[in-house]
């Protein structure tokens, strides 16, 4: 246990800085990582010292004020979504690596913005296809989405951004014929993952209008 300045005895995890006055709370999760937070009165560091050790004994050991978008990614992927299909987790996976991740990866969560979104957005519009950069902006959805259900964020960053059609030059795209079309969609009626296909083909050729 830390003193005060009075020499009383503070809770343990909590000792009082002697230039301010602030009484510093801390402690180690079971993850091995130290939180620790500035607070004014020893009440405010007492509440947030319990709220934290409930949190870490009984919930995800996640800290809404210190998680970066790595540590939430990691968590959301790993534990919240396993029941979805493994390409569409494969997807999200490969969309946050090339693309989300070099740029905000090692912010906290809390501060990411729209202006990051856009950022990312940008940078992908010379180097991808639309649809590619369409998973992006379902990607950035999905995981800042649930990260707000689950309390970690009050807003979510990508509110009021608009996705555009990519910049790709038009002659790096190639139009179909009626009679290749026909031929593809007999080859792929012969698939079984014929109407996730079709579907697909339907949306790219309803944005290339």
Aim: glycine fraction near 6%; hydrophobic fraction near 35%; proline fraction near 2%.
């Amino acid at each position: 246990m830390g003193k005060n300045i009075k020499g009383k005895k503070l809770p343990k995890g909590i000792s009082r800085r002697k230039d301010d006055g602030k009484f510093i709370a801390g402690f180690v999760n079971k993850a091995g990582k130290r939180h620790q937070r500035r607070f004014d009165t020893i009440v405010e560091a007492d509440r947030w010292l319990y709220e934290m050790r409930h949190q870490d004994e009984l919930g995800d050991g996640i800290d809404a004020d210190d998680i970066t978008v790595d540590e939430w990614f990691n968590f959301w992927h790993t534990e919240l979504i396993k029941d979805l299909a493994a390409n569409t987790r494969r997807n999200y996976s490969e969309r946050y690596e090339h693309n989300i991740k070099p740029v905000i990866g090692r912010m906290k969560l809390k501060d990411v913005r729209p202006m990051h979104c856009i950022k990312i957005l940008n940078n992908m519009y010379d180097e991808y296809a639309g649809s590619t950069i369409y998973q992006t902006y379902i990607t950035f959805g999905t995981i800042f989405k649930s990260a707000k259900l689950n309390g970690k964020i009050k807003a979510h960053p990508l509110d009021g951004v608009k996705f555009s059609k990519s910049k790709k030059a038009v002659d790096d795209l190639k139009v179909l014929t009626v009679e290749e079309q026909r031929k593809f969609l007999e080859a792929v009626r012969r698939s079984r993952n014929f109407f996730s296909t079709l579907f697909c083909w339907r949306l790219a050729s309803e944005r290339a209008r």
